[in-house]
Each structure stands twice: as structure tokens, then as C-alpha cells.
């Protein structure tokens, strides 16, 4: 799914209403009619609606989903900062709608000390949306930090009111704090971002049917993965078939006390369906990774830590997890560097030894996925201000190193080497623990030694990993969850994707 900035959605709706054709007042019905539908599907035990709106089309929906909800049975009212202020023409349409209904009020902010705001009662956001042009300030700042400071629930109407989409936020004292964001037709931005995601609560995007001729034609550096794109890449295992069509992995991992590593990564790598295993580790791990392993084959690179990267091109090779940084591993991996031309899955100490020297970087082999989290983003590229620029500086690194970067976050961010960006949203705080890095390091070198090419290896790996935390948490919790149930739930994943595959009878 392609993310617009406001300006390319203010045009797709444009787009929309003189291709389709519709009203611009019959799309803003539509937009109201998805979230008033979401909110009484969803919201069985608060009856009473409290709806903030601005003077903009975001206030419009305000006004029409509060129409829709007292239709539905919800008590409604309605909160507007001056009834005299210019509102715009489809608003104002709803506001001479909503003055023939007489069980809605329409109140003013003033008024908020004196309401009653009791437990059963939903406060919804629809005071600014995408139209924000600068922070908030005066009434509207003050009225949001009223209602922040309620324990309602609250819902915002496609952008939290003070939230920019498009570019990182500098005034964090006055933004609507969400709890649900129901968002139309696509993702904002900075939705997607740790700085700004804290507001928007958990986000919904509602489809309101806006013009596909337009989301197809405009060309988007950024986007957000969907099962749509998930189905296009994965590949259901073929029946003629043996173990040499799923291709070889080498993970080369662990040092003493860090095993565990090497073990997590060639476990994935494994349970994500790589025909042929071999694990390269220091002569520590050898029982712990055969017994625990037994699928995979070893090879030994040293006693305590590898020292001896002697490895095929025609392996998939996959390097960090646990490697620890001892001089004797730093040198002879950096060598191995120097002489290896086949694209490799770098992680951890891999990139931490890269990160030494900045000449280091060019022995990169082209293609290559390099999966940092911000810290070792860092060490590698240099410090950023935030989460937008350390985006920025990655797509410039990608171009220029011909790479793919896998920037490791909530939402984690893939880049190719053209200087397009994949956010993932599938994944959840139960991944916030050791050990489920080098899951994802064994799931992209298995995908790539199947076949994958790099690009789809990043999407389809990241996905993978998202969805089967997912499942994990379900079944234990985002606080009991382990690396290793993660890696259990890659085959509920795998067979829910088969499932969509298979053409019905
Ligand atoms: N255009 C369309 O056809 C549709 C628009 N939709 C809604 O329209 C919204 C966008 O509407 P608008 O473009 O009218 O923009 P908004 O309603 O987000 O706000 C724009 C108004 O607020 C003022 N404003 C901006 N920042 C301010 C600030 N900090 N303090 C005080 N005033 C400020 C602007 O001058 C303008 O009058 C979307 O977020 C969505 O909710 C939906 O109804 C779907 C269809
Ligand atoms: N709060 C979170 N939400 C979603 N994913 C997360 C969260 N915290 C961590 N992750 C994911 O877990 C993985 C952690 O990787 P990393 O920090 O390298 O772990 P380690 O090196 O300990 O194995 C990454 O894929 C990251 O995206
Ligand atoms: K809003």
C-alpha cells in the first residue's frame, strides 16, 4: 500500500470526485458513514458520543458521524470552538443538517467544565485532520489538553488533532492523545514513526473507496506492507521437489556464551524452510547445537570464537548473531570480506565489526541485507536527530553502497537500493527481548538461499517474523513470549499463506 502525503490525498479525493463522479458532500458521507459503522461495531459499552469538531472537512466528518451515531442510538453532542467562525461549505452543509435534529446540542468549548464527562461516555477527535498547517495554539491548544487529560476513551477522526502527517513533530505539548486513530484509505507517515505513533493509539485504516486510477498512477517512495503484497511474493513449496531446490544456508554465529545465538538463528532458518542447514560456530557450541539442532550440520571456525571464515559462494551465508568482536574474528571475517562477491545477510557483531572503520563499508558486496537497530545503525552511519532523518540517511547509504537496509523499529523499515521504503506493521512490543534479532537474521538467509530475490527476501522476512510474534503473543502474552515461540508460530503463518493460495473448489 502506497503512502500519500496530504497534498496527494487532498488530490486523490480531487481525483475522485470529478473521475467517479461523486459530491465532495456524498464522499464526506461516505467517510463519515465507515466511521460511524466502526464505532458501533466496536463500541458496545460506551452509548454516549462526545464529538469535537474544527471548522475544516476533518470537523465536517465530526459533524456527520455525529448525526450517524445518534441515528444508531448513541446519545451525541456536539462540541464547536464558535458557531460564528467560517466553517467550509460541506461542514456547513452538516451543520444546517445536524440543527434538524433536536436530541443533539451543540456546545461550545467554554463549555466543557461543566459537562459531564462519565465513564460511558467516548470523546471523539475531529477538530483538525490533514489540513493542519502549524502547531496548536490558543483555544484549540487549550481544549485539547482538557481532553487529554480525561480518562475517556478516545478516537480520533483520520489524524490525531495537532499530529503532522508528513514530517516529524516539534511541538509534543499539544496533540490529541488517542487511543484509536481510524485513518482513511492509507497510512500517514508519521503514524509510523516512535516519535508521533505514541498519539495515535492503535491505528484503523478505513476504506472509502477512493480512486484506484489515481493510487496506481502516482508513484510513491514509501509504503506500507499489505497481504496483498505479501500474496504476490510468497511462493508455495512445489511437490516435485527435493531438498536441493530450496537452496543452502550457512549461519555463521555464536561465541562462547552467546551460542544461544547461533542456535536461535539456525532454528529459524530451518523452521522457514531452507533445504540444506549448516551452521559455522566455535567448537564450544558443537553439542549444543547438534543435539539442540539436529537438522542442521557443523562446522567448527574455532575454539571460543570463529576464527576461520572458510566458506562457499555457493552457500546463502548469514553473519552475526553472537560473533562476538574479538580481534581474531574481526580480522579474519574483514578479510573473508574483502574476497566474497555473493550477496550476505549481515547482522549484530557483523555490522559492529564493519562499523570500525568507515573504509570497511565498501568490501560490502552488492545486494547485500544488512538488518541494524538504531544503535547499530548508528555506529555504522552516524548519529541522526530522529527516526525521519536516520530514514533519510539510510536510503541515501542504500543508494550508495547498492545494498538493502532493514532498519530494525517498531514499524521496521526496509530499503532498497533505489531509495524506496517498505514499513512493516506487523510485530508488537513482545519482540522488545534478546535473541529476536537473530530470528530474523535466520529467516532472511533462509528465504534468500531459497530462491527469494533480495528485495522480496527483506519484505516477505520482516512480515514473516511480525506475524508469527503476533501469533506468539496471542497465545503467551507480549510479556511471557519468547524468541522461541516466535520461531513455533512460523509454520501457523506459513500455513495460513499456503491457505490463501489455494484456488477454491
Ligand atoms: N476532501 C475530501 O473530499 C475529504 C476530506 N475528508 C476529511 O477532510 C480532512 C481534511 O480537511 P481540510 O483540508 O478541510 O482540513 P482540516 O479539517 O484538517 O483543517 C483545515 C482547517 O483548519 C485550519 N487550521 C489548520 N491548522 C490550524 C491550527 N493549528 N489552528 C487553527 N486552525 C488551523 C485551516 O486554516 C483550515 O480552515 C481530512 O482529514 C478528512 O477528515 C474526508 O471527509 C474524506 C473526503
Ligand atoms: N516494540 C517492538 N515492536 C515490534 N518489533 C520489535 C519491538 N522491539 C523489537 N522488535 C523487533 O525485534 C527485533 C530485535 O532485534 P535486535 O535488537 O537485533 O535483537 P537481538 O540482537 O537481541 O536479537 C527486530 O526485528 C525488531 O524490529
Ligand atoms: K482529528
Not at 382 to 408: C, M, P, Q, W
Request: net charge negative.
Amino acid at each position: 500500500m502506497k503512502i500519500f502525503t496530504a497534498e496527494q490525498i487532498r488530490a486523490w479525493d480531487q481525483f475522485t470526485i470529478s473521475h467517479e463522479p461523486v459530491p465532495s458532500i456524498q464522499l464526506m458521507e461516505r467517510a463519515s458513514i465507515a466511521v460511524a459503522h466502526w464505532i458501533s461495531e466496536n463500541c458496545k459499552y460506551h452509548r454516549k458520543a462526545v464529538v469535537f469538531c474544527g471548522n475544516g472537512n476533518n470537523g465536517g466528518d465530526g459533524i456527520a458521524v455525529a448525526r450517524m451515531l445518534y441515528q444508531k442510538g448513541f446519545d451525541v453532542d456536539v462540541f464547536v470552538n464558535n458557531l460564528k467562525e467560517k466553517f467550509s461549505h460541506d461542514a456547513l452543509v452538516n451543520l444546517k443538517r445536524l440543527r434538524d435534529i433536536s436530541g443533539i446540542s451543540i456546545k461550545k468549548f467554554s463549555d466543557i467544565d461543566d459537562y459531564n464527562f462519565d465513564d460511558k461516555t467516548m470523546i471523539v477527535d475531529a477538530l483538525f485532520g490533514t489540513g493542519l498547517s502549524r502547531s496548536l495554539e490558543g483555544e484549540y491548544k487549550e481544549v485539547v489538553n482538557q481532553l487529554n487529560a480525561k480518562k475517556n476513551i478516545k478516537i480520533s477522526i483520520d489524524v490525531p488533532s495537532g499530529l503532522p502527517t508528513d514530517k516529524i513533530i516539534e511541538n509534543k505539548d499539544c496533540v490529541f492523545n488517542a487511543d484509536y486513530t481510524l485513518s482513511f484509505q492509507s497510512w500517514k507517515r508519521t503514524f509510523l514513526h516512535p516519535e508521533a505513533g505514541e498519539y495515535t493509539g492503535k491505528v484503523f485504516i478505513l476504506d472509502i473507496d477512493l480512486s484506484k486510477e489515481y493510487a496506481e498512477s502516482v508513484a510513491a517512495e514509501y509504503n506500507v506492507i499489505d497481504d496483498h503484497l505479501i500474496d504476490s511474493i510468497f511462493q508455495p513449496r512445489k511437490e516435485f521437489s527435493h531438498k536441493g531446490t530450496y537452496g543452502k544456508v550457512m549461519m555463521i554465529a555464536g561465541s562462547y556464551g552467546k551460542v544461544g545465538a547461533a542456535v536461535l538463528a539456525t532454528k529459524s532458518a530451518l523452521k522457514t524452510g531452507a533445504g540444506l542447514t549448516f551452521t559455522l560456530a566455535p567448537e564450544c557450541g558443537y553439542e549444543i547445537l547438534q543435539t539442540s539442532c539436529p537438522e542442521a550440520m557443523f562446522f567448527a571456525g574455532g575454539k571460543e570464537h570463529i576464527e576461520n571464515f572458510d566458506v562457499d559462494e555457493n552457500m546463502t551465508c548469514g553473519i552475526g548473531p553472537g560473533l562476538g568482536t574479538h580481534p581474531q574474528t574481526e580480522k579474519s571475517f574483514l578479510n573473508f570480506l574483502k574476497g566474497y562477491n555473493t550477496p550476505l545477510i549481515l547482522d549484530a557483531d557483523a555490522l559492529n565489526m564493519i562499523s570500525k572503520d568507515s573504509k570497511n563499508l565498501k568490501f560490502i558486496p552488492e545486494k547485500s541485507i544488512l538488518t541494524p537497530h538504531p544503535k547499530e545503525f548508528e555506529r555504522l552511519f552516524g548519529k541522526t536527530d530522529n527516526s525521519f532523518d536516520r530514514l533519510e540517511l539510510a536510503r541515501e547509504k542504500a543508494k550508495e553502497l547498492h545494498v538493502y537496509i532493514v532498519l530494525k523499529d517498531h514499524h521496521t523499515q526496509i530499503i532498497n537500493p533505489k531509495g524506496e521504503v517498505y514499513y512493516n506493521i506487523t510485530g508488537n512490543a513482545g519482540l522488545a527481548k534478546g535473541g529476536s534479532g537473530d530470528i530474523l537474521t535466520g529467516i532472511l538467509t533462509s528465504l534468500l538461499a531459497q530462491g527469494y530475490s533480495e528485495e522480496d527476501t527483506c519484505i516477505l522476512g520482516v512480515w514473516l517474523h511480525g506475524k508469527a510474534a503476533d501469533f506468539a503473543s496471542e497465545k503467551y502474552s507480549k510479556e511471557s513470549m519468547l524468541p522461541t515461540d516466535v520461531i513455533n508460530e512460523l509454520g501457523s503463518v506459513f500455513k495460513e499463506l499456503n491457505k490463501r493460495t489455494e484456488k477454491d473448489l
